[in-house]
């Protein structure tokens, strides 16, 4: 049973049995729907459908510019294809997502061709724009992998590898960071910012970030798709220079050999590494000695005491002499979380 199909049932389903082609024909008011129907249809049935009918129309806008573009696909053997110049993807040990990759390209086949140009260097060959995924699904399985030739320039291929990621949104935060920071080896920060579809100011966050973590350190935790930029930069705020104190790195060594660590997710083994180096901080802190008390500091006119220590920063308000003051600030709090977090969503997008 082909994809087409099984849609077609699906949407079938959601409707109650009332196939939607026909409401879409029909001149007068739609069938009504029984009460029973009006239950089946769920708010997240419409909204995944919504979601689906939005992924297809994009794919499907794609395809459209590229046949009025003149491009055909065309049936590449996988041996004669080298992924991009610059890697945007790390590749990990079991994929769950590539796995159902492979699986539905065997079973339907590969709907969506993949983009490559002439290798700039090598006869015969052809070098991926994007689409790495879906040439290593058909290459484990055997089989020839559906592309589109196109003519690329450098800036042209490594945009359009980025956009087409930026669109399907399935490249995680750490990823998008250091294929930034890859591209910023070579390519203007213009170039960096129309390839990962941000702008100036969160390209220029994300190559401070990368300035402190080393690479080869990042591809050992693994793409990590939980982990958004809050917590990538507390841990490289561990970091001197690229490189992790003794203390710290001790605990980060014994953590990264473990057989744990191996078996582990890349969520899991940012989650251990940052853990190690929370807990480096505070034995060394305690050895030393150098555990400071909080520097304390009033806002306003000695309304708000402002506790600053080392690990924790804490505001106390006297409720009985600024009763009004104290009530303001409970009632704004809930509000100030909200601005945060929204803050740094669209900073993680």
């Known amino acids: 049973m082909n994809k ?4 077609s049932k699906k949407m079938r389903a959601m ?3 009332v196939d939607p082609a026909e409401l879409a024909k029909s001149p007068g008011p739609a069938p009504s729907m029984t009460a029973t129907t009006k239950q089946r249809v769920s708010p997240g049935a419409i909204k995944s459908m919504r979601n689906t009918f939005s992924n297809v ?3 499907n806008e794609k395809l459209r510019q590229m046949i009025e573009d003149g491009s055909v696909a065309h049936e ?3 041996e004669d294809l080298d992924p991009s110049f610059v890697s945007d993807r790390m590749v990990v040990a079991n994929d769950e997502d590539f796995e159902k990759l492979k699986a539905s390209i065997s079973a339907s086949g590969q709907q969506v061709p993949i983009l490559v140009r002439p290798h700039p260097d090598l006869p015969d060959r052809y070098q991926i724009a994007f689409g790495h995924r879906r040439w290593r699904a058909c290459k484990d399985l055997g089989i020839s992998v559906r592309g589109i030739i196109k003519e690329l320039s450098d800036e042209a291929l490594l945009i359009a590898q980025g956009q087409e990621n930026h669109e ?3 490249l995680s935060f750490i990823e998008t960071a250091l294929f930034a920071s890859r591209l910023a080896k070579t390519f203007p920060q213009t170039v960096i910012s129309k390839a990962i579809g941000k702008d100036a100011t969160t390209v220029s966050k994300l190559l401070k970030l990368m300035n402190a973590l080393p690479e080869e350190f990042v591809r050992e935790i693994g793409p990590a798709p939980k982990i958004g930029r809050p917590r990538w930069e507390e841990l490289a705020g561990h970091f001197n220079h690229g490189q992790l104190p003794d203390p710290f790195k001790a605990r980060v060594d014994a953590v990264m050999i473990s057989a744990d660590f191996e078996l582990s997710a890349s969520d899991e083994r940012f989650s251990a590494i940052l853990s190690a180096c929370k807990s480096a901080e505070t034995t ?3 050895t030393t000695g150098s555990i400071a008390t909080a520097a304390k500091s009033w806002i306003g006119d000695k309304q708000i005491l402002m506790k600053d220590g ?4 804490s505001f106390q308000v006297d409720a009985k002499k600024q009763p009004e003051l104290a009530a ?4 704004r709090l809930p509000d100030l979380m909200d601005e945060f977090e929204e803050e740094i969503l669209k900073e993680d997008a």
């Open 76 to 78: 590449l053997n996988t």
């Open 310 to 313: 080392p690990n924790a920063l």
């Open 168 to 170: 399907r949104k399935n």
């Open 57 to 59: 129309e994009k794919e």
């Open 328 to 331: 303001f600030l409970k009632r």
């Open 284 to 286: 060394a802190a305690v």
């Open 15 to 17: 409707f109650g049995g």
């Open 4 to 7: 087409a199909t099984d849609r």
